[in-house]
């Protein structure tokens, strides 16, 4: 890998752990944001609410790096999340923080697809799982790093502190990416259009079978996320110590999926690592309710669920680049919208398995992932 290219991967993976420290964020400081704004918890849900609904126009907005070039795509999605973050350093309020919410979000789904069709294009795809691993340790780090940053500052000067410290960095990021990244002669096709673009992914049946797989792979694992809290304080009565060990546990589990892709995606190659990951995955959902008989079986469960999980999605990335080239930005802003769609059909999902007791739960996310293979199934068989 050249050197150059390095040094781009080493500051993406910095721009997404300060991007994605502002996503996360949210969740453990949820009461804190609250408390700061004078508003309760439901209040400030349904400004979560708007950033699921609003955000899911960022990767539409994502398809102007075909258009444009991926440094154009890059920096624009930098800038909105930047801008989204300032408002809240000059307008402290519930209507602001929903604004930073939805911009910040809407620029991550504008960036990540513009860096991952960058590395596309630059990167040969037989060790383009090795480059696309390293950039998603901008997400476990967010948690690991981010966190305890985020804690921090808000313990020595309030809720607000860590919006001005995110502002600076985005900017910081903004001007090193605009001079590390080359300068591109980026000529479209003059008869390609967005809806040329978005018609070649829709009529494109292996892109469909493939944006699929992320999306029944994010339902399986978002029907286990949104109830093993409660499971666990359903299960244990432990629920500070059980949901914070929890916590740590999928830190970790991700870090560790994200570190094995890393090492083995481009020699397993990327279409049998995700048959892998579903498999295992799909294991360790059946294994979580015999092992998570104690707190202790069911934090050991997490992980390996999670660690496949994370295995499973982050190399679904380099092989959906490599889809469709000619609309490779299209297809990974497609392939974010799909995860987002996938967890939006588990999260209701979820309660009501759980009304039937865990081992249903499980099962469902079996089930999910279970559609994922044949999905991959049918990806290969048309390609």
Same mark, same amino acid.
Do not use: C
């Given at each position: 890998?050249?050197?150059?290219?390095?040094?781009?991967?080493?500051?993406?993976?910095?721009?997404?752990?300060?991007?994605?420290?502002?996503? =996360?964020?949210?969740?453990?400081?949820?009461?804190?944001?609250?408390?700061?704004?004078?508003?309760?918890?439901?209040?400030l849900s349904l400004a979560l609410a708007a950033r699921s609904v609003l955000g899911t126009f960022g990767p539409f907005a994502a398809i102007v790096a075909d258009r444009r070039g991926r440094k154009f795509g890059m920096l624009l999605g930098l800038g909105v999340f930047t801008g989204g973050v300032a408002v809240v350093v000059y307008w402290p309020?519930?209507?602001?923080?929903?604004?930073?919410?939805?911009?910040?979000?809407?620029?991550?789904?504008?960036?990540?697809?513009?860096?991952?069709?960058?590395?596309?294009?630059?990167?040969?795809?037989? =060790?383009?799982g090795l480059a696309i691993a390293i950039t998603e340790f901008g997400w476990s780090l967010a948690f690991i790093v981010g966190m305890p940053l985020v804690g921090f500052v808000i313990s020595r000067n309030g809720w607000m502190a860590p919006f001005p410290l995110l502002t600076l960095l985005g900017a910081l990021m903004f001007a090193l990416l605009y001079f590390i990244l080359p300068r591109e002669n980026h000529r479209p096709?003059?008869?390609?259009?967005?809806?040329?673009?978005? =018609?070649?992914?829709?009529?494109?049946?292996?892109?469909?079978?493939?944006?699929?797989?992320?999306?029944?792979?994010?339902?399986?694992?978002?029907v286990v996320n949104l109830i093993f809290g409660v499971w666990l304080e359903d299960a244990f009565a432990l629920k500070i110590v059980a949901l914070a060990g929890a916590s740590a546990v999928i830190?970790?589990?991700?870090?560790?999926?994200?570190?094995?892709?890393a090492l083995y995606v481009d020699k397993l190659g990327k279409q049998r690592a995700v048959a892998i990951g579903l498999i295992a995955n799909s294991f360790s959902a059946l294994?979580?309710? $015999?092992?998570?008989?104690?707190?202790?079986?069911?934090?050991?469960?997490?992980?390996? $669920?999670?660690?496949?999980?994370?295995?499973?999605?982050?190399?679904?990335?380099?092989?959906?680049t490599e889809v469709l080239p000619e609309a490779r930005a299209t297809v990974m802003a497609f392939n974010v919208a799909g995860e987002s769609l996938g967890r939006a059909i588990g999260a209701p999902l979820a309660p009501i398995l759980y009304h039937y007791g865990f081992p249903v739960v499980a099962a469902g996310a079996v089930m999910f992932n279970v559609f994922a293979l044949l999905a991959l199934g049918r990806m290969v068989k048309k390609q």
């Amino acid at each position: 890998m050249k050197l150059r290219l390095r040094y781009q991967l080493t500051l993406f993976t910095i721009i997404r752990t300060v991007i994605n420290t502002m996503y =996360r964020m949210i969740y453990p400081f949820l009461g804190v944001f609250a408390r700061g704004l004078g508003v309760n918890i439901a209040e400030l849900s349904l400004a979560l609410a708007a950033r699921s609904v609003l955000g899911t126009f960022g990767p539409f907005a994502a398809i102007v790096a075909d258009r444009r070039g991926r440094k154009f795509g890059m920096l624009l999605g930098l800038g909105v999340f930047t801008g989204g973050v300032a408002v809240v350093v000059y307008w402290p309020t519930l209507a602001g923080l929903t604004i930073a919410l939805v911009m910040s979000t809407m620029g991550k789904y504008i960036f990540d697809p513009s860096m991952q069709a960058y590395i596309g294009d630059r990167v040969p795809y037989e =060790r383009r799982g090795l480059a696309i691993a390293i950039t998603e340790f901008g997400w476990s780090l967010a948690f690991i790093v981010g966190m305890p940053l985020v804690g921090f500052v808000i313990s020595r000067n309030g809720w607000m502190a860590p919006f001005p410290l995110l502002t600076l960095l985005g900017a910081l990021m903004f001007a090193l990416l605009y001079f590390i990244l080359p300068r591109e002669n980026h000529r479209p096709d003059p008869d390609a259009t967005v809806f040329s673009n978005l =018609r070649l992914v829709l009529v494109s049946v292996p892109v469909l079978a493939g944006l699929s797989i992320g999306l029944w792979a994010s339902a399986g694992n978002e029907v286990v996320n949104l109830i093993f809290g409660v499971w666990l304080e359903d299960a244990f009565a432990l629920k500070i110590v059980a949901l914070a060990g929890a916590s740590a546990v999928i830190g970790f589990a991700e870090l560790g999926g994200e570190g094995l892709v890393a090492l083995y995606v481009d020699k397993l190659g990327k279409q049998r690592a995700v048959a892998i990951g579903l498999i295992a995955n799909s294991f360790s959902a059946l294994l979580l309710p $015999f092992i998570g008989r104690t707190s202790t079986g069911a934090l050991v469960g997490l992980f390996l $669920f999670y660690i496949t999980f994370e295995f499973t999605l982050v190399s679904i990335i380099p092989m959906m680049t490599e889809v469709l080239p000619e609309a490779r930005a299209t297809v990974m802003a497609f392939n974010v919208a799909g995860e987002s769609l996938g967890r939006a059909i588990g999260a209701p999902l979820a309660p009501i398995l759980y009304h039937y007791g865990f081992p249903v739960v499980a099962a469902g996310a079996v089930m999910f992932n279970v559609f994922a293979l044949l999905a991959l199934g049918r990806m290969v068989k048309k390609q």
